[in-house]
C-alpha cells in the first residue's frame, strides 16, 4: 500500500518531492511506525511543506520517534502556521501554556532562524499536473485523498480506494465549501481540490481569525487544587489532582460478577434468568457480554457560563480501557441535566457519542463508527466546537470524527460537567471559548 502510495504521488508532478515525503510519512504514521515517518516528514519540511511541518510539531510534542521537546514542536508549529495550516496555530497556542517563557521564546527564535531548502521543487509546477481525465479512477481517488489530506480532511491512506472515510472528508469539504454534496471522486471535484489554499478551507468552513473569542473557562491544575480558581465542585466518587492534572479512578465490576454474588433462593427469578443465560450461550456459542459498571460514579462540573455558541479544547487521558467517561456543558442549575455530552467507552462500538440530554431523557446525536483507542499512556487533544446555526464538530487529536446540525437546545449553558462512569480518566486542561 505504501509503496502504491508514493509511487502516485511521484506520478502527479504537481505535489513535488516535499509532498511525496509527506504522503510516505502518513502512511508510517497511521501505522504508528514513528521513527520512519519523522524522517519523511523533516525532508518534506525542510522544503516548506506546512503539513509535515505541522506532523513534525505532533511527532516533538508527544515523544513520538523522538525525544520530546517543546521547543522543537512550538517551532514547527509556528512555521506550519505562517504557510497558513488551519491546525498549526491552535496547536502552537495550546502547546505555549505548558511552556516557560524561556521556551517559548527559544522555539521563536528558532523559527525565525530557519530557512528552507533551495530546490526545483520549490517553484510552481502546476503546468505539469497531470490532466485530470488522463487519471485512471483509482489514480484520481489517490490525488483526491492526497489533497483532502493537505487541506485538514481526515481521508485515510493514499491509496487509491475509496472507502467510507474517503467518502466522509469529500462530503465534509464540500459542505464548507458550499458546492453540492454528493461524497463522489469525479474529476470535477479534484479540479475544484486542486484550486482550493488552506486559507480558503478556513474561510469556507466558518473560521474567523479576526474575531476575539471570549475566555470563559481556562484550567490546567497547575497550581494543585481544584477547588479555587475556578471553583470545581464534587457531586460524587473522589477526585484528585497529579502531574496528570485533574484525576479520578473508579473500580468497575462486571456484570456476570454481580450476577453470581445476587443469586439466592430468595430471588429465583435472578436464578432463572441465569439459567436461561447459560442456555442461549450453549446453544449459540456466542459469550454473553461482561458490561461493567462503575460502583459508585465520579461526578463533577465547575461555573463558566457559555453561549449557545462555543468552542471546547482539552486534553483527556484514559489509563485503562473500561467503563466510559462523559463530559460536556449543562444548561440550569443542575449539572446532570439538560445539556450535551460527548461519550467515550473504549473497547466498544460505538467507541465515541454525542447525545443530548433533556430533563433526563438521552438521545445519541452523531457517533463514530470505527474504533477509537486512547490508552496509550499520553492525553489526547479533543476539540468540540458549535456554530450558531448548532452546527457541532469533534476532533480528536485532528481528526474531524463527528460532524452533526442539531437545534434541540438553543439556550446558554451555565457550566461544565465530568462523569467518570467507570475507569481511570485524567483532565490535563481545559479551554472554553464562546
Do not use: C
Request: glycine share 10%; proline share 4%.
Amino acid at each position: 500500500m505504501k509503496k502504491l502510495a508514493l509511487s502516485l504521488v511521484l506520478l502527479f508532478g504537481a505535489v513535488g518531492p516535499a509532498s511525496a515525503n509527506y504522503a510516505e510519512g502518513m502512511n508510517y504514521y497511521e501505522q504508528q511506525e514513528y521513527h520512519q515517518a519523522l524522517q519523511e516528514f523533516r525532508e518534506a519540511a525542510a522544503r516548506g511543506d506546512a503539513d509535515a511541518q505541522y506532523m513534525l510539531g505532533r511527532l516533538s510534542e508527544a515523544g513520538n520517534g523522538t525525544t520530546q521537546d517543546f521547543v522543537e514542536a512550538h517551532k514547527w508549529y509556528n512555521l506550519a502556521a505562517a504557510r497558513g495550516h488551519r491546525h498549526a496555530a491552535d496547536a502552537r497556542d495550546a502547546l505555549a501554556e505548558r511552556m516557560t517563557d524561556r521556551q517559548v521564546a527559544a522555539a521563536q527564535q528558532a523559527a525565525r532562524d530557519w530557512q528552507p531548502q533551495e530546490t526545483s521543487s520549490s517553484r510552481d509546477t502546476s503546468q505539469a499536473q497531470p490532466d485530470v481525465e488522463t487519471l485512471t479512477y483509482r489514480e484520481r481517488v489517490a490525488e483526491i485523498q492526497l489533497e483532502l489530506n493537505r487541506l485538514g480532511y481526515d481521508a485515510g491512506p493514499t491509496d487509491g480506494l475509496m472507502g467510507d472515510r474517503t467518502r466522509s472528508a469529500i462530503y465534509e469539504y464540500q459542505a464548507d465549501m458550499g458546492v453540492a454534496r454528493d461524497g463522489q471522486a469525479s474529476a470535477e471535484l479534484l479540479r475544484h481540490l486542486r484550486r482550493t489554499g488552506t486559507d480558503e478551507v478556513a474561510a469556507g468552513s466558518g473560521s474567523h481569525p479576526d474575531d476575539s473569542p471570549q475566555v470563559v473557562l481556562q484550567e490546567d491544575f497547575s497550581d494543585g487544587d481544584y477547588r479555587r480558581n475556578p471553583t470545581w465542585t464534587v457531586i460524587s466518587g473522589d477526585f484528585e489532582v497529579d502531574r496528570n492534572g485533574l484525576r479520578s479512578t473508579v473500580e468497575t465490576e462486571r456484570a456476570t460478577d454481580r450476577t453470581a454474588r445476587g443469586l439466592n433462593s430468595d430471588r429465583p427469578e435472578e436464578i432463572g434468568l441465569a439459567v436461561l443465560g447459560m442456555i442461549l450461550q450453549q446453544r449459540t456459542g456466542t459469550p454473553q457480554r461482561e458490561e461493567a459498571a462503575p460502583a459508585q460514579p465520579a461526578k463533577i462540573f465547575v461555573d463558566a457560563p457559555t453561549d449557545n455558541a462555543f468552542r471546547m479544547e482539552l486534553d483527556l487521558g484514559s489509563h485503562e480501557p473500561a467503563g466510559h467517561v462523559e463530559l460536556g456543558l449543562f444548561q440550569g442549575s443542575h449539572p446532570a441535566g439538560t445539556g450535551y455530552r460527548l461519550v467515550y467507552s473504549p473497547g466498544t462500538e460505538p467507541t465515541l457519542r454525542l447525545i443530548r440530554l433533556i430533563f433526563g431523557n438521552t438521545e445519541t446525536i452523531a457517533h463514530h463508527d470505527g474504533r477509537l483507542d486512547l490508552e496509550d499512556g499520553r492525553f489526547h487533544r479533543i476539540v468540540w466546537t458549535r456554530d450558531e446555526s448548532g452546527q457541532m464538530q469533534v476532533r480528536v487529536d485532528d481528526r474531524r470524527l463527528l460532524r452533526v446540525k442539531d437545534n434541540g437546545l438553543r439556550d446558554p449553558f451555565q457550566g461544565f460537567v465530568l462523569e467518570n462512569q467507570g475507569g481511570d480518566y485524567s483532565l490535563g486542561r481545559i479551554r472554553i471559548e464562546d
